[in-house]
């Protein structure tokens, strides 16, 4: 088995984008535009070697997407590739330049070259033919690192060797799940960080990538020297990706939890007692104390150790509450009322009680920094705000001045912003494209550090959240294009863009790359840019209605995290109808769970679920026009232009479709529940009759999904879940349960009543 087994779309992202057509026959050259022929030739004017990948590329777009096979003579006119290191200071920026007799694509370095050519190919995407107007342009980079992950790549095995087992499975702190990662031949970095993906990402505008990492694998110490056994293995991996990324003009970075649990039984704990910090409230873990000098020499020496063995790494992302068990304040809070009252884990350590959290995580980053910096003087360290909130109140000032100044802070940007769903005022606390930010607290870092003078980076999703976790990309693009045109405002200077989901190379990703880049294009002209490169000019003006009117739609849906991490969305066309009350609270969202059963309505909280069915709804209704504006302007596309914009309409239909399975579930199981108690027979038919109807409009509507799932692979899969919770066989699973409950069960009821 391979990868292109288990994820039928990644033949599509390990392949070139230039092996797809974008060529529009009718277009033809105005008046003094320039086009491209086999009179033109590529001439590069330096030795790297990206000027050379950069030129192969070009001339691989020219053929295959534009049928223009350029001269190898270096007669006649030319693309000339140079590097120009007064143009910035930043090497990504470039100067593109069209005249008659030479098209100049100039870069600071040879990583703005490539940013060039990838501009020009867009450009004549646009137009359809290798047709450019004649004049000049620049482009410097807005953010100094846009961080994205390959949507092959998985989160709960250690991605670069397939280390399965302690810290990283899910299955370590939630048993029974399933986690089926890393069993094709051909797993691993090579594949899930292949060359071509790696071109992909550069082309949607990402400059940094970021995998999994746990100091007791990667590293060697001092401290505990039973830890580090597979840093041989590990390593030399993570050195030969950091290499290939290089060649590319990309950083590596290494997203971190540290100090990560162990578990009660380990035998780590009968030879270092005293590193033992609180029991996590995930058992059976426990905290390892930071407040032990062995564990300060540990996260201080294994810093220092990966640096030295891969000196091209660029730094840490670090994440230093919730998730999984760390460190003794990691799932610890505070009374907001009663500073002096800790609410969690920490009481259970006698050395950490006495501390603060701003003190605890303060020390943990100077340690890591300081290991860091020893090795490479310019590793970067980035401490991701998430959930600092437990600790003190907005924007956790308390924190930001614990953190040794060089420390680059990561603040979510949405978390913490008011927002509303059809009148039901609530507090957004999860990634939201609904959301645009930045939020209260957002900018309440930002104002901090930009007093200080230092950098702000922004966490943000992309694709798509766990709005609708199992669809390439969310079908709002304007809020993308939105959220991208505030966040230069916001003073953010760099971005980390997706989870370990959400990384889908898509229209998402490609219109934030769109606005990646000063000067930035207004919302109406990026998105339309983005539009006629893929479906052809005629179809453009159509399209961008239908995508406003979908974002409009969207505002209805009702996005707590209860709703988004527990709701059914994510299974959708799978999720079964229950006659029966069994009392059980729905699935995890994100995870493969082999009982996807639930008929408890906690997880509708705070709208409760009459308001959430009434959301769904509403989004569902309004989408509908949406999904009949994109149809409407298929017959103004033709050819490749069609087949792009019916795939991509496809998106939209079928995220609709899992809405409104969403909707159905919780209409069916309102009317279950009254049926059960509905004090007599007439109004039991009532409810047996709305059950039958709404039984038969699910029926109707997952049918609508098969086809959409044949003929797109994309769609259903769930990148945390590393698997497919949408699938052909799960609707036609759940028809045929369906059909029984309806031509069995409830003329059974029926006949019960009767008697």
């Known amino acids: 088995m391979r990868i292109r087994d288990t994820m039928p779309f990644a033949d599509e992202l390990l392949a070139p984008t230039y092996e797809e057509s974008f060529r529009r026959e009718e277009v033809t050259a ?78 600071a370095g040879p990583q703005g070259v490539l940013q060039g050519v990838f501009r020009l190919a867009n450009r004549m995407r646009e137009k359809g033919a290798p047709i450019l107007a004649p004049g000049e342009e620049k482009r410097t980079p807005l953010f100094k690192h846009r961080i994205h992950r390959s949507p092959l790549s998985c989160f709960y095995r250690e991605e670069l060797t397939g280390y399965d087992g302690h810290p990283f499975a899910a299955t370590s702190f939630a048993p029974g799940l399933e986690y089926p990662a890393y069993r094709e031949q051909d797993a691993g970095p090579d594949v899930f960080y292949h060359d071509n993906m790696l071109m992909r990402l550069l082309e949607h505008g990402f400059n940094g990538i970021w995998i999994r990492g746990a100091f007791r694998h990667f590293a060697k110490t001092s401290a505990f020297p039973e830890w580090g056994q597979l840093s041989d293995e590990i390593l030399p991996r993570l050195h030969d990706l950091t290499d290939r990324a290089e060649r590319f003009g990309m950083k590596v970075f290494l997203y971190l939890n540290e100090p990560l649990g162990v578990a009660e039984d380990d035998e780590f704990f009968d030879k270092y007692p005293q590193c033992k910090g609180a029991p996590s409230s995930v058992k059976p873990w426990i ?12 996260l201080r020496e294994s810093a220092q150790y990966v640096f030295t063995h891969v000196p091209k790494l660029a730094g840490f992302v670090m994440i230093t509450a919730s998730e999984f068990p760390s460190h003794c304040w990691c799932r610890t809070g505070i009374n907001p009322d009663d500073p002096t009252e800790r609410i969690g884990e920490v009481q259970a350590c006698p050395r950490c009680v006495t501390r603060t959290p701003q003190e605890t995580v303060g020390e943990l980053f100077s340690l890591v920094h300081e290991g860091a910096t020893s090795a490479k003087p310019d590793a970067e360290i980035i401490a991701w705000n998430w959930s600092w909130r437990m600790w003190e109140p907005d924007p956790q000032r308390g924190v930001l001045e614990a953190l040794p100044p060089r420390i680059i802070v990561m603040g979510d940007y949405e978390r913490g912003e008011p927002a509303e769903a059809l009148g039901f005022e609530y507090t957004n606390d999860e990634y939201s494209i609904k959301v645009i930010g930045p939020s209260a607290r957002f900018r309440g870092v930002a104002d901090f550090l930009t007093s200080q003078n230092r950098p702000i980076y922004a966490r943000i999703q992309i694709g798509t959240t766990h709005e609708n976790p199992d669809i390439p990309y969310l079908p709002v693009p304007p809020n993308i294009a939105k959220k991208y045109l505030s966040l230069p405002e916001a003073g953010v200077s760099g971005l980390m863009t997706c989870w370990n989901f959400g990384n889908m190379p898509s229209l998402g990703t490609e ?26 000019e005629a ?40 006659f029966e009350q069994i009392g059980k609270n729905f699935p995890k969202s994100w995870l493969l769970e082999s009982d996807i059963r639930g008929d408890l309505f906690t997880w509708t909280s705070p709208f409760g679920p009459e308001k959430v069915l009434e959301c769904y709804r509403a989004e569902v209704a309004e989408g509908r026009k949406a999904v ?13 232009d069609r087949r792009r914009l019916e795939r991509e309409t496809g998106v939209m239909e079928f995220h609709l479709i899992q809405t ?41 509507n997952i049918r609508a999904a098969i086809p959409l799932l044949e003929a797109d692979s994309r769609l259903g899969w769930h990148g945390e879940a590393y698997g497919y919770m949408i699938t052909v066989f799960g609707v036609e699973e759940k028809l045929e349960s369906l059909n029984t409950l309806v031509e069995e069960r409830l003329p059974q009821e029926r006949a019960a009543l009767q008697a």
């Open 30 to 107: 105005g008046t003094c535009e320039v086009m491209v022929d086999d009179t033109w030739a590529v001439s590069i004017r330096g030795t790297e070697e990206l000027l050379q990948i950069a030129a192969n590329y070009l001339t691989s777009f020219l053929s295959q997407s534009m049928g223009c096979d350029v001269s190898d003579s270096s007669a006649g006119k030319s693309l000339v590739l140079e590097v120009d290191t007064t143009l910035d200071d930043n090497p990504e920026s470039h100067r593109l330049g069209v005249n008659a007799d030479a098209i100049r694509i100039v870069g």
């Open 287 to 298: 905290n390892l104390c930071t407040s032990t000098p062995e564990v300060k020499t540990y």
């Open 511 to 536: 219109i934030a790359g769109e606005f990646s880049w000063s000067p930035q294009p207004d919302l109406q002209t990026g998105l339309r840019a983005v539009a006629a490169r893929h479906f052809g």
């Open 539 to 578: 179809a453009a003006d159509d399209v961008l209605e239908a995508w406003e009117a979908m974002s409009r739609a969207h505002d209805a849906f009702p996005s707590s995290i209860p709703v988004m991490y527990n709701g059914p969305i994510s299974r959708g066309p799978n999720f079964p109808f229950i």
């Open 628 to 640: 009949e504006m994109l149809k409407q302007a298929w017959v103004k596309a033709a050819g490749d």
């Open 660 to 700: 409104e399975s969403a909707a159905n579930v919780l209409d069916f199981l309102l009317n279950r529940n009254a049926f059960y108690g509905a004090a007599n027979a007439t109004e039991k038919r009532r409810q047996l009759d709305r059950i039958e109807q709404i039984c038969r409009q699910e029926m109707d």
